[in-house]
Each structure stands twice: as structure tokens, then as C-alpha cells.
């Protein structure tokens, strides 16, 4: 069974960090590229980030380029999300997403109203407020 878990949301005040986890079960996480995506309240899913299976290349939205990265540990089937100089702004559902392709998880990140992934998790909540 394949499963995608979100963690290490929570409240965090303006300026500060968090790293988030998505742990994966039930499919090989080597051959995935991994992308993040929030929804804030009352707004459409937004792309924020993606990792490929093969070298490590990341790609950022414009919103998050310099304040988010990504990595990945295959040995533990885990990709991390490090938030740093947190927005109110940034304040959503984060939830992670595998796909076989990396193009098409770039594509997603970009359009994620238009482009699918393979398999999605359910999410974690992320605060930022004073």
C-alpha cells in the first residue's frame, strides 16, 4: 500500500523555521521525484518545490526561491522540506507528492491545477503568526 505521511507541522512565529517530513512506504522513493505543494485557506493548491530521483536537482517557485529547500534521504524512504524566514503568508496545508517523472513534477509545481502526480499525502498544517 502506498503511503505518503506529512509532518513537523505546527505554529511557528514570522521569521522562524520548520522542516517538514514525508515519509513513503509501498513504492521504491529512489526512482520518485518528490514535489511539495500548500493550499492555504479559501485559495487553489500552490506548487512550492520539487526534488528529482537521479542528481539531487531541485526546482523552487518564485514565491519560496531562497527562504525553502529540499533533500532527501532514500535510505529512509524520507523527503524534508526546511522552511526558513517564515511568512504569514506561507500559512497552509503542505502536502507532499511522488511522481515517476521529474519533468512532469516540475510542470506540476508550475500548473498544479493542470499537471497530476502519482501518489499524494495527506497533508500537514503549518502557522505562521505572531
Known amino acids: 500500500q502506498v503511503q505518503l505521511v506529512e509532518s513537523g507541522g505546527g505554529l511557528v512565529q514570522p521569521g522562524g523555521s520548520l522542516r517538514l517530513s514525508c515519509a513513503t512506504s509501498g513504492f521504491t522513493l529512489d526512482h520518485y521525484s518528490i ?9 487553489e493548491r500552490e506548487g512550492v518545490g520539487c526534488i528529482s530521483s ?3 536537482s531541485t526546482y523552487f517557485a518564485d514565491s519560496v526561491k531562497g527562504r525553502f529547500t529540499i533533500s ?3 535510505a529512509k524512504n524520507t523527503v524534508y522540506l526546511q522552511m526558513n524566514s517564515l511568512k504569514p503568508e ?3 496545508d503542505y502536502y507532499c507528492a511522488a511522481s515517476i517523472n521529474f519533468v512532469n513534477t516540475i510542470a506540476a509545481i508550475k500548473d498544479p ?3 497530476a502526480m502519482d501518489y499524494w499525502g495527506t497533508g500537514t ?3 505562521v503568526s505572531s
Not at 514535489?35 to 485559495?43: E, L, T
Open 125 to 127: 498544517l503549518v502557522a
Open 72 to 74: 532527501r534521504d532514500n
Open 54 to 56: 537521479t542528481d539531487g
Open 90 to 92: 506561507d500559512t497552509a
Open 35 to 43: 514535489g511539495w505543494f500548500r493550499r492555504a485557506p479559501g485559495k
Open 113 to 115: 491545477q493542470g499537471s
